[in-house]
């Protein structure tokens, strides 16, 4: 099944990415060939406005708003549109007609990754994607192929790199949250509207894709338990630094077993605390950084810039020219492995620990009462610091009392995460507590 | 193409990473065959005695001494023994008899890997050896088909977890090297004759092995320049320390254009300073990393443990579900990529940093002369620090003039090798110079 005629590139939008895969394609043309065995030719570019200006000079005429002829001569068909449609249907076109696809469209595959692999799978096509996760960062195929053999047991990833921009800053420099979002929009980490970034769903694709491939099963974004940075104030920042932990946003996918002994898989995204001296700690600014824990690898950390036009084209470009070899080595695609199928646990069912700052009565027997609400839903305590509220002495301790409050940080070992939910939802209930100051789950501890 | 038949696994070497495969093998058969798409079917393990006492308990009807035999009849054959010669041969057998071949032996693939390839590449089996280079942390296939797109311009890693170890103790417990070669003995971190890794013996391998792959390039390990661990002292990594360095044992490899503009690599495995700030500084006890900086992806990191035989079978087993997925898909080996065929250049041609450590008369007139030496060799001097030698005063200031010496430490700009080795000769060689205490190159700034 040796081919050695060359093999037919289509590139679908030239946008950040795009344009930076086609001139890479096109100045690297013959280096390319002698790597893959066979030349790659980008045949065409398929933009919605041939006329447009781009960031980078691209020949006139590879431009084409004719996506659909494009697709129909390709081999390769490289989408970097982004969005559901119309890149599902061009890449269910591209399938049908016996091209393999490249994607780096994370929000598709999340949404509707299972559908297209099966489509693949029918018809022996390869779908690789290595761009659609931490950007140039080598991780998808690690987890496919590298750790094939072993079991995957627990994924703590920072994998949206505006957020750790903002949640870094917050740390390194004490920005409020209101000026960091506002630096990292002006530096160009932040999209005008920051929802998808801020608010976890951009990292929330990630972690299915993640944990679909670290544990063999189909996890849709929707059963990704999902929580911003927007809550999380610099006073939260500071508080975790005096403790040793830095505040990250993960992207975490375990294999958990429920209460039932039902086993299955946890993702989830929210702020959690990560002690300062865990790698994923060290991971600054803009970065992405993948922590994988194996039964047998034990702990691996991948780490490099998430995101960039010229970074996340490294990726697209290795999986074209993975494609080409296997062009030249004949064969059909393997298709994803699902084969653990497990279910996707509900976020009650994991396995965490809290870090609960509370405003409590600083009065006889209100210790008692607390211990005791947390005792009942089966939440014990590690560490308990009570600080009087109230002027700071020339000693820097906080003694005076400030109308008979103090502050309560409560650490709980570990335990599941509906237990230590209703544990927080009643302690809020409880007349000795003013009010919460923060809750945050530990992680990688 | 398709097969749906089982594949014969034979496995050469029951050692400590050979015991843990066949462990893996047997205790994951059916996950494992339902993620492969195929049944993997451990057929035989060979051994030099049968009765021989393991660190897994092993089937005895699966034992045998006849590895020929065994190779006959398999579909993989998983080579652990080590050493180069029965295993050389017995790969080849393995190539010849038509079955693919998976290898954690860095000796012989950084020594005859060239020979192997082109008897795979010749018959379209596959070779694959995740395991050779940092045990369980993915490597090759990132650097093969992650990075095939890209342009690796450097890599600077951590490979050998032996001399990590020592150089950590000696920079975090403040142990000299004679201690913590003795510390890392009695904890098996070291094998009783350690000159393999202490004199980078090991390091040159995985050295070889990753410029060939980084490069497209066929790098012998004798081509690796090699300098080991055993003249640092204790003083080097305080000194290092407060300057802002820690001391690492580096594999590099570079892509570099010597003075004639002839374009190469430089693979080469000494000491070397990086600044705390960098992500190899982290690197703490065992661990190994590896740093890539390549063109479009910019710096990327894989760390994780290096060494271990469950950690390295993790390597293993992830190659054996890679070859299986292929042979499940059809299609041969696509052999590895040497098509920049680039000279190796000598050690002379890097550019790299020097830091110099002299003690020096205390007179008018050295430093001029000093610096004449280095600015006749082309050599710029970056950063100079000069303390007089002598009792240390209770602020901590070295006042008291000791025999009119000073000690003078010279950082230097980026210069060829061969310039910076020619100015240390020629300051060794003036009367000015008492004696040179330490000279070690900066890597990574």
Redesign the interface.
Known sequence: ??ETRSLRVALLGAGTVGA?VAR?LLE?HD??A????VPIDLVGIAVRDVTATRSVNLPAELLTTDAETLIQGADIVVELMGGIEPAKSYILAAIGSGADVVTGNKALLAEHGAEIFAAAAQV?AEVYY?AAVAA???II??LR???????VERILAIVNGSTNYILDRMDRFGDSMEDAQRVALELGYLEADPTLDVEGFDAAQKAAILAGLAF?TSVPAAAVHREGISAITLADVESAREAGFVIKLLAIAERITDEDGLEGVSARVHPALVRRDH?LA?VYGGNNAVFVE?E??????????GA?G??T??????????IA??H???????GE?V??DLAVLPIGAAQTRYRISLDVEDRPGVLAELAGILADRGVSVETLRQTANGAVTADGLATEADGGTATLVIGTHTARDAALAAAVEALSASGAVASVRSVLRIEGA
């Open positions: 099944m040796s930076q890479l690297h280096e390319l002698a790597r893959a065995g022996g290595e140039a960062i080598p195929r690690p192929d590298s750790l094939a053999g072993d079991h063999h790698p060290t194996a047998a690898a034990g702990p691996l950390m991948f780490y490099g810039a960039g010229v970074q084209a490294s990726a697209v470009l290795g999986d074209i020219v993975s070899r296997r030249i080595a004949g064969g059909v695609g393997v492995s084969a653990a």
